[in-house]
């Protein structure tokens, strides 16, 4: 019979890159470590795990074997919860991962009034550069961009477009773009993130009222002038007068509204990048996560 120790030792493996990490992660020797997980294989019948002294790969089974015991790990944790009737008596730790960003500047507040909602709950926000890649020990995850995964539910917390923008000082020195085609005589300022393609900016006219202006999709392979993997970055060196940089929305608005910021090209439509909140299905949701869906959508309206 599988035991919870079996589920945490799954689990422990998956996080860690050897065997002696894992053995520190559950607070036991690497020996007796190495010694359960072959008592683990026998019983299943299968191996679940590549080790040598410095390095360990999870087999595909191994890899099958820690999500489903992850997800049984979230069950047991949430069972005391799915017998109070009162969200406000929620118990247990709500871990959600966040773009650095976005997370520190929007999701950050918000969770703030969530906790006060349920003080018996414990809630955990980590800032990390790629959440959703790294999205094996959180309950929910704040993605910008598109995401498809049959195991995840999806919820757009916010449109999220993407604008051109440049300081004042910058367009008074070097003109300001007519056409998208202009921005190759401009140093512009891409943004490295999500595994995305940052120097081919996409787009298309909101209005097609002439062949040039077709309201087809069209790219733009872009030189940049400053690359960077920090959006905060990209838009500070913009408002120093260093370049035209495109960036979502909810980050240059405020900029734009104090003045160190201007659109350019408005009437040209660039790729969203939807907020997008993501929780597992509900075969593996707990009510933890059930209580945050409802509180993002009710505060955000989102249908």
């Keep these: 019979m599988i035991q919870i120790e079996d589920l945490q030792l799954a689990v422990a493996l998956s996080k860690s890159p050897s ?33 040598t002294a410095r390095h360990l790969s999870l087999t595909p089974e191994g890899e099958r074997f820690s999500q489903e015991a992850h997800a049984l790990l979230m069950q047991l944790e949430a069972l005391p919860e799915t017998l109070l009737r009162d969200d406000r008596s929620l118990t247990g730790t ?61 919820r757009t917390l916010a449109r999220n477009e993407r604008w051109l923008c440049a300081s004042p000082a910058y367009l ?15 140093a512009c ?8 393609d940052m120097t081919l900016w996409s787009f298309r006219h909101t209005k097609s009222d002439t062949p040039e202006r077709s309201g087809t999709r069209q790219s733009l392979r872009i030189e940049p002038a400053l690359l960077t993997n920090d959006g905060s970055t990209a838009r500070y060196w913009a408002e120093r007068d260093l370049g035209i940089v495109l ?4 980050d240059v608005s405020g900029s734009i509204a104090r003045g160190t910021l201007v659109r350019v090209l408005a009437e040209w439509e660039f790729d969203h990048a939807p907020v997008m909140l993501l929780v597992p299905t509900r075969k593996g949701r707990t009510a933890r996560v059930d209580a945050l869906l409802r509180f993002f959508e009710d505060i955000l309206h989102v249908d």
């Excluded at 969770?111 to 309950?139: G, M, Y």
């Excluded at 300022?189 to 595994?195: H, P, V």
Aim: with cysteine; charged share 25%.
């Design 172 to 186: 008074q020195q070097h003109g300001i773009p007519q056409t998208p085609r202009d921005l190759l005589d401009h």
């Design 247 to 250: 960036r979502s929305e909810w």
């Design 94 to 154: 709500l871990r959600v991962a966040a773009p650095f960003g976005y997370g520190r500047d929007r999701v950050a507040p918000m969770l703030a009034n969530f906790a006060k909602l349920h003080p018996r709950l414990k809630v955990q926000l980590d800032l990390r550069e790629s959440p959703w890649t790294d999205r094996q020990d959180a309950d929910a995850v704040i993605h910008i961009g598109t995401i498809r995964d049959s195991s995840w539910v999806g």
């Design 19 to 51: 065997l002696s990490a894992a053995a520190r992660m559950l607070n036991v020797t690497p020996s007796a470590l190495s010694m359960r997980l072959r008592k683990l294989e026998a019983k299943l019948g299968l191996s679940l795990a590549s080790r």
């Design 189 to 196: 300022i891409c943004i490295r993130e999500n595994d995305e």
